[in-house]
């Protein structure tokens, strides 16, 4: 039922786009369960679905299990409907993958150079469209795509602000050079922020709250609560990595001492590992090693052996890393931590170290309601997390309805979460 003053156009945008998130959520379902879930009549149900499948957003799949009548039909998305890029920049290149809908990959591209703040867009550039060649696409087939930055992002005018990874302080334009380029819509993102993303969409989809922290060649994070990304006024929330560990600490790129990423990421991990083999000549580590130069795999193998060095280096970055988690549940209880990059390797005993150090404090006493875990992403990570974002923007922007005869294209940055 329609009240007087409702603007009919905009309701039947606004169910058409409900049944699409029932038919992503749910499918694949049928015309009256959906109509059964948003309490809509079946006649909408029907004329709303009929739109969606000439538009090609949704397909027909199979036949359901009968109540008594005729099987009913079900509905799908059609997956392949449009695709995605992902795309990272980082200290060793450009990586860009083509998805579907679904996250299904359809083509990878990777150029491994060394990105500098003037090259930058010219990189974005030849990466993205020899992806779409190799994908047998066009610009056309393409819904969005996510830039991710291993940087401080102002998501609003999608600038880079500066990024360990570019040896850059200086911003960098990507919107204004890029607005003229791709005819499609552009996101730039944190890859923290990608990867708490992807991590809540595939493994916690029920979560509302989850932080994620990148142990690897810096120390990034990505936080969401209550189902939003959170990047402050600024874009300087979820910077984990520069968070305060040791106040008289090595100086770190930022201007700061003592930051999480100068104290615990994985190559200070290894440059420790270094000055104790010159002290510590009979440990494993060196045993492991393939070369003159420490591995963290060396390290995990030797502490595997119960060798005194990896046990040492082990407890330290376990108590570093029990700082930051501990700073974060002080700062954020989320339900969900997530450690990824390289610090995986440690397995099972290092969440478990961290976890026992929190069961010390009084912040334990919910604990059942809080899970402190490796990240369980494998395949491209970030360029799959970038992917990820452009498909929930996808879903979250499109316009449904046919008297939209075209799709949005604002090229501006919105949290799909
Ligand atoms: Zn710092």
């Given amino acids: ?25 749910h499918g694949p379902v049928s015309r009256s369960q959906v109509g059964k879930i948003l309490g809509l009549s079946n006649t909408t149900c029907m004329e709303l679905a009929r739109h969606l499948i000439s538009r090609g957003l949704i397909r027909e799949k199979g036949q359901g299990d009968s109540s008594g009548g005729r099987k009913p039909i079900l ?22 993958g083509v998805y579907d809908l679904q996250i299904n990959k359809k083509e990878l591209v990777s150029h491994n150079v060394k990105l500098t703040g003037k090259e930058i867009v010219a990189r974005i550039k030849e990466c993205a469209f020899e992806a779409i060649h190799k994908s047998h696409l066009t610009e056309e087939n393409i819904a969005g795509m996510t830039i991710g930055v291993g940087g401080i992002v102002d998501a609003a005018k999608a600038n880079i602000m500066g990024s360990t990874h570019f040896q850059s302080r200086e911003i960098i334009h990507i919107h204004d050079q890029l607005d003229s380029i791709f005819p499609f ?25 989850l932080v994620f922290i990148q142990v690897d060649t810096g120390i990034g994070g990505g936080i969401i609560c209550n189902n939003k990304i959170i990047r402050g006024a600024n874009g300087y929330a979820g910077e984990i990595g520069h968070m305060t560990i040791e106040k008289n600490g090595p100086m770190c790129f930022c201007g700061n001492k003592g930051c999480l990423e100068v104290m615990g990421s994985i190559p200070v991990l290894l440059q420790k590992a270094s000055f104790g083999l010159l002290t510590q000549r009979d440990s494993l580590i060196r045993k492991f090693m393939d070369s003159d130069t420490v ?12 060798d005194r060095l990896a046990e040492q280096l082990f407890e330290e970055e376990a108590a570093i890393l029990y700082h ?19 610090i995986v390797l440690f ?17 334990d006493v919910n604990s059942e309601n809080r899970v402190i875990a490796f990240s369980r992403l494998t ?16 879903f979250t922007d499109h316009v449904v309805y046919p008297d939209q005869t075209h799709i949005k294209h604002p090229h501006r940055i919105i949290s799909p979460v």
């Avoid at 509905?75 to 860009?96: A, D």
């Avoid at 930051?324 to 390289?342: K, R």
């Avoid at 969440?351 to 912040?363: E, G, P, Y």
């Fill in 1 to 25: 039922m329609v009240k007087t003053g409702v603007n009919l156009q905009k309701l039947k945008e606004q169910n058409s786009f409900s049944i699409l998130h029932v038919i992503r959520e």
């Fill in 75 to 96: 509905l799908e998305i059609n997956w392949e409907y449009n695709f995605v890029i992902g795309m990272i920049l980082s200290q060793e290149g450009v990586s860009c």
């Fill in 185 to 209: 819509p552009l996101y730039l993102e944190n890859y923290g922020n990608l990867m708490a993303l992807a991590e809540k969409k595939l493994y916690y989809p029920q979560c509302e709250s």
């Fill in 295 to 306: 591995t963290i795999e060396a390290i995990v193998k030797a502490f595997q052996a119960h």
């Fill in 324 to 342: 930051a988690a501990l700073n974060i549940i002080l700062t954020y209880d989320p339900e969900v931590i997530v450690l990824g990059g390289d």
């Fill in 347 to 363: 397995g099972e005993a290092f969440l478990n170290r961290i976890q026992q150090s929190v069961q010390k404090t009084i912040f």
């Fill in 379 to 394: 395949d491209q990570p970030r360029v799959c997390g970038a992917g990820i974002y452009a498909v929930e923007s996808f």
